[in-house]
């Protein structure tokens, strides 16, 4: 649009026209800070890696697998030559396998790119180790990826609960309790939260149960993830899947509460 053409415009239609273009630049400065996928996807690898052996990847069958899926993961990474950042990678963290940087690269060309789950059960990533890693591109062990949705959600709205709380916002239930409006119906409260319930198709974990103070007792969060577990099947498990009880424990863990400590990869 030519400087002639925004002069004749009203000073409101400038407004909004500057205001579109500064918003069209933001978006597109946010969208070029964001790393591809296969990028992440590396950097989440050597934390995972870096956290089970340590700042060197030590020699042996456990090593060798490593810097195999690793050397796939770089053959998808956008920016550079993946060769380059691969042997780099080799240099500094596994210099026995430097030698060997030619096969390795080989074994790596006929890759594919791997789902989330699939590789979460290559290498056995553990919802515990995949939580406290901050993993992304990446499922876990047992959980397929609608329930990790549902956890993430869960998560999330918890979270928000939690900032509104800190804000001096009151919940839904205190608000109730000050306006009472069972009262005005002329029921108890118990019979209005069971309505209410019914009405919603609601009644998750019991928290509008009998009990008239179960939604006290019973935190959501607690409720939300283990419905969220519970949101579908469990991911498939490959053939020659060296710890079939992995998926047991990671679920046991998130559904029980039990501490495990984060499965060694093999």
Request: proline share 5%.
């Amino acid at each position: 649009m030519t400087s002639s053409i925004v002069r004749a415009l009203s000073q409101e239609a400038q407004h909004r026209l500057i205001a579109v273009r500064y918003n069209s630049d933001a978006r597109t400065k946010r969208q070029g800070k964001r790393p591809p996928a296969a990028n992440l996807r590396v950097w989440e690898l050597e934390r995972v890696f870096r956290h089970r052996f340590g700042k060197f990847i030590p020699e042996g069958v456990d090593g060798r697998q490593a810097l195999q899926v690793i050397a796939e993961a770089y053959h998808f990474s956008k920016g550079g030559d993946p060769v380059t950042k691969l042997a780099g990678y080799i240099r500094a963290r596994a210099p026995w396998a430097y030698k060997d940087i030619d096969a390795i690269v080989a074994g790596s060309a006929p890759a594919h790119w791997q789902s989330a789950d699939e590789l979460a059960w290559r290498i056995g990533l553990t919802f515990i180790e995949r939580e406290s890693l901050k993993v992304r591109t990446i499922g876990a062990v047992g959980l397929n990826k609608r329930q990790r949705s549902a956890i993430q959600k869960a998560k999330h709205k918890q979270r928000e609960s939690d900032r509104r709380r800190a804000r001096g916002a009151k919940s839904h239930t205190e608000s109730l309790d000050r306006t009472r409006p069972w009262e005005a119906e002329g029921i108890s409260r118990r019979t209005w939260f069971r309505r209410r319930a019914a009405e919603d198709g609601t009644n998750s974990c019991g928290v509008f149960s009998s009990n008239s103070n179960a939604h006290e007792s019973v935190p959501s969060s607690i409720c939300s993830l283990r419905e969220a577990l519970r949101a579908g099947a469990r991911a498939p498990r490959p053939d020659g899947l060296r710890h079939p009880e992995q998926a047991e424990r990671s679920v046991d863990y998130y559904g029980e509460g039990k501490a495990i400590p984060a499965e060694a990869w093999a």
